[in-house]
């Protein structure tokens, strides 16, 4: 049998790729650009003294206020603290979230009976529990993962609970006249229907576990990129809040991050 030669493309696509690829490189160059540009104004109206830095702070003095946490060696401890409930908190919220709205999608009754005590918990603002959660779990890394699963679970729930319902209702018919069983139409029609929807998921529920986690250390942490914040606005250090602030973003794009790439993968192999 004959083999295509995908790798023979015509001048016209050749050239489409080449744009598109100078397309991407450029979004990119401006995305740093800007980034630049807004990190330069900023240590600019500090050093000028347009803004106060004691209040603003600026690049330079977050950058030495990361070197002194690394100087005294408690840099990495704090991240690893902050990131270690940050990342059970989402693998529990989002194990847990697809078991319950895999049992809501199977059970109507069940789904009837739970859905609107799931939408008045979603709506709750859950720092209004972090009196209960400080008596219940103490004030240990148990009542931040508690806050962190808290914040994502019914989020998680609710996305693919919609996610499962919406699945195309004729296929379902289709199956159920073949003699399919209610496994195997979870199996083999839901659940992959559901692949964009969960890595939506995935997306807010990044969001969800890093204000959880802060939230929660917030409240009751000693220890964490939290509990710095906290720390550096009572005692006026606020280069220490900035500077926590930023390692923040940082990790929580590294994580979105690490979700768009499982992403890629996932539709790379469903295109197969």
Same mark, same amino acid.
């Given at each position: 049998m004959k083999k295509t030669n995908f790798t023979l493309i015509s001048p016209e696509h050749r050239r489409?790729?080449?744009?598109? +690829?100078?397309?991407a490189l450029l979004v990119w160059l401006l995305r740093a650009g800007l980034l630049? %540009?807004?990190l330069g104004l900023w240590e600019l109206t500090a050093d000028v003294g347009w803004t106060d830095p004691f209040l603003s702070?600026?690049? &330079? +003095?977050?950058?030495?206020?990361?070197? /002194?946490?690394?100087?005294d060696g408690t840099l990495f401890y704090h991240i690893g603290t902050t990131l270690w409930e940050t990342l059970a908190g989402f693998a529990l919220s989002t194990l847990l979230g697809c078991g319950i709205a895999l049992a809501l999608w199977w059970s109507d009754?069940? +789904?009837?009976?739970?859905?609107?005590y799931l939408v008045v918990l979603n709506a709750l603002p859950k720092i209004a529990l972090g009196p209960l959660i400080i008596i219940w779990f103490g004030t240990g890394s148990t009542a931040i993962l508690f806050m962190t699963v808290l914040v994502g679970l019914i989020v998680a729930v609710l996305h693919m609970l919609t996610a499962f319902l919406s699945t195309d209702k004729n296929k379902v018919l %289709?199956? +159920?006249? #073949? /003699?399919?069983?209610?496994?195997?139409?979870?199996?083999k029609l839901v659940v992959p229907a &559901?692949?964009?929807?969960?890595?939506? #998921? %995935?997306?807010?529920?990044?969001g969800m576990a890093w204000i959880g986690s802060? #939230? @929660?250390?917030?409240?009751?942490?000693?220890? @964490?990129? @939290?509990?710095?914040?906290?720390? /550096?606005?009572?005692v006026f250090k606020l280069d220490l809040v900035m500077a926590s602030t930023v390692l923040l973003c940082i990790l929580a794009a590294g994580m979105y991050f690490l979700v768009a790439l499982l992403e890629k993968f996932l539709v790379k192999d469903t295109d197969r």
């Open positions: 489409y790729l080449r744009k598109k +690829r100078r397309s630049a %540009l807004l702070s600026s690049p &330079s +003095r977050i950058a030495a206020a990361v070197a /002194g946490l690394y100087a009754t069940l +789904r009837a009976v739970l859905e609107p %289709l199956l +159920r006249s #073949m /003699g399919a069983t209610k496994l195997q139409i979870l199996t &559901s692949a964009p929807s969960f890595i939506s #998921m %995935l997306k807010v529920n990044v802060v #939230m @929660g250390e917030y409240i009751v942490s000693r220890a @964490g990129l @939290g509990y710095l914040i906290v720390y /550096g606005g009572q």
